[in-house]
């Protein structure tokens, strides 16, 4: 976890030892399992969890998010407890941050600091740094009164300070410079994106993108479906901790029909996702939107997996792929008594999976195959020599079984898209 000194320049530190602040604002919401999500979100960040605290409350305290009883009762077990910092599940504003901080004495951050944190630390690619880096000044940008002294300087020297301008001013001019140039090349890398995705359509290769919660296996099973397609040496990252993947990984996948499709590994989601980061990471989640087909990867052995799957529908919905086809591969079953248990999504395929003990991962495939390669028709063409110009389309744009040149022209054993075979259908032989 990021920690800041006097001239708010980031510090590491091994460990950190928190207090979690909630609350609850409808006495009908339950906030028990958003503040075990933070918990777990503290842990990935290196972070102690000494104790929790949570108020019910109508209407937010503007000054402070929590009452001042409250306050004061936070500042005593940050002292007893000897935390080092104070993390809030809702976001806070400027004052806020500021009126907390100044009351309890140590660090206080939100849970979207916290998220945009753990991000920052993952972050592998060019690109995902860059999305990071643009979602946390598009976070700080209101706040800045909120941080105390200033940002850490992204640019400066003579001729940076204007006539009677103050430092915040000056901080806001080089966080939007900053800004600016991040959109910059992050449109350049969209720019390079759309024309692979350009190549790929005229390929027709279909897409089949992994979508799901955080930590709901999907990495685990890209790589399961790697192995079994003997591409192991193409396996991603995974582990079993929250946000273990961020950059959106592509591979190809052939199977032993021959088929092949595309398969996108994506970010996982979380509930209260950062609005800045799902803006941020939109260019990246945008392969989703372009995908033939979803799979909704779900943590079967988690109890609530059903807020999980609303979570996921909500960001589809934001990033224009709510309505896609999709499956609901409900994962880790081998973790679960009784797997007839789960409730299956009206409107979607439902399949019950473990990518760890693959269990009904052929099924998957075939469940995949037939919903991707569903308008294609096996047909057995013989194309005359005179027509090279099919022969060439088949063997580009067709999966061709088998082929042998004949007497009277090129014999295929092919499955094409129904519109080719209407097409083509002068040639069929029975």
């Given at each position: 976890m990021l920690r800041f000194n006097e001239n708010n320049e980031v510090i590491r530190?091994?460990?950190?030892?928190?207090?979690?602040?909630?609350?609850?604002?409808?006495?009908?919401?339950?906030i028990s399992y958003s503040m075990e999500e933070l918990k777990g979100l503290a842990e990935a960040a290196n972070v102690e969890v000494l104790g929790m605290m949570t108020q019910n409350l109508e209407r937010p305290n503007t000054a402070t998010l929590i009452g001042k009883g409250k306050v004061e009762e936070l500042a005593e077990m940050v002292r007893n407890m000897e935390a080092d910092t104070v993390i809030f599940n809702d976001e806070l504003t400027g004052m806020q941050l500021r009126n907390v901080e100044d009351a309890v004495g140590v660090r206080v951050i939100d849970r979207t600091i916290l998220i945009l944190d753990i991000f920052a630390d993952r972050a592998s690619s060019r690109e995902g740094k860059l999305q990071v880096e643009l979602a946390q000044l598009?976070?700080?940008?209101?706040?800045?009164?909120?941080?105390?002294?200033?940002?850490?300087?992204?640019?400066?020297?003579?001729?940076?300070?204007?006539?009677?301008?103050?430092?915040?001013?000056?901080?806001?001019?080089?966080?939007?410079?900053?800004?600016?140039?991040?959109?910059?090349?992050?449109?350049?890398?969209?720019?390079?994106?759309?024309?692979?995705?350009?190549?790929?359509?005229?390929?027709?290769?279909?897409?089949?993108?992994?979508?799901?919660?955080?930590?709901?296996?999907?990495?685990?099973?890209?790589?399961?479906?790697?192995?079994?397609?003997?591409?192991?040496?193409?396996?991603?990252?995974?582990?079993?901790?929250?946000?273990?993947?961020?950059?959106?990984?592509?591979?190809?996948?052939?199977?032993?029909?021959?088929?092949?499709?595309?398969?996108?590994?994506?970010?996982?989601?979380?509930?209260?996702?950062?609005?800045?980061?799902?803006?941020?990471?939109?260019?990246?989640?945008?392969?989703?939107?372009?995908?033939?087909?979803?799979?909704?990867?779900?943590?079967?052995?988690?109890?609530?997996?059903?807020?999980?799957?609303?979570?996921?529908?909500?960001v589809l919905k934001e990033i224009g792929a709510g309505n896609k086809e999709k499956i609901m591969a409900f994962n880790k079953v081998d973790l679960i008594e009784d797997p007839g248990m789960i409730v299956p999504v009206q409107g979607a395929d439902n399949i019950c999976i473990s990518a760890k003990q693959d269990i009904n991962i052929d099924q998957l495939i075939e469940l995949i195959k037939s919903k991707i390669f569903k308008d294609h028709v096996r047909a057995r063409l013989l194309v005359p020599y005179t027509r090279g110009d099919i022969s060439s389309y088949l063997c580009e744009k067709a999966k061709v079984n088998a082929m042998d040149y004949r007497e009277n022209g090129t014999y295929f054993d092919v499955e094409l898209k129904t519109a080719d075979y209407q097409r083509y259908k002068e040639y069929e032989i029975i």
């Open positions: 530190a091994d460990e950190y030892k928190a207090i979690l602040v909630g609350l609850q604002r409808d006495r009908e919401e339950d598009q976070y700080r940008m209101p706040r800045l009164t909120g941080f105390g002294k200033s940002l850490s300087r992204l640019g400066g020297g003579i001729g940076t300070r204007g006539p009677g301008e103050k430092k915040l001013e000056t901080d806001r001019r080089h966080i939007e410079k900053r800004m600016y140039e991040i959109k910059s090349e992050l449109e350049q890398i969209k720019n390079t994106r759309g024309v692979q995705r350009s190549k790929r359509e005229k390929s027709e290769i279909p897409v089949v993108a992994l979508v799901g919660y955080t930590n709901s296996g999907k990495s685990a099973l890209m790589n399961r479906l790697l192995m079994l397609t003997e591409k192991e040496e193409k396996t991603v990252f995974e582990k079993n901790m929250l946000f273990a993947t961020l950059d959106t990984a592509q591979r190809s996948v052939v199977l032993d029909t021959n088929h092949q499709f595309i398969l996108v590994d994506t970010v996982g989601f979380v509930s209260k996702l950062p609005h800045s980061l799902v803006n941020a990471f939109k260019a990246t989640l945008e392969e989703v939107a372009f995908a033939d087909l979803l799979v909704h990867v779900v943590d079967s052995a988690y109890e609530n997996h059903e807020f999980h799957i609303n979570v996921t529908n909500k």
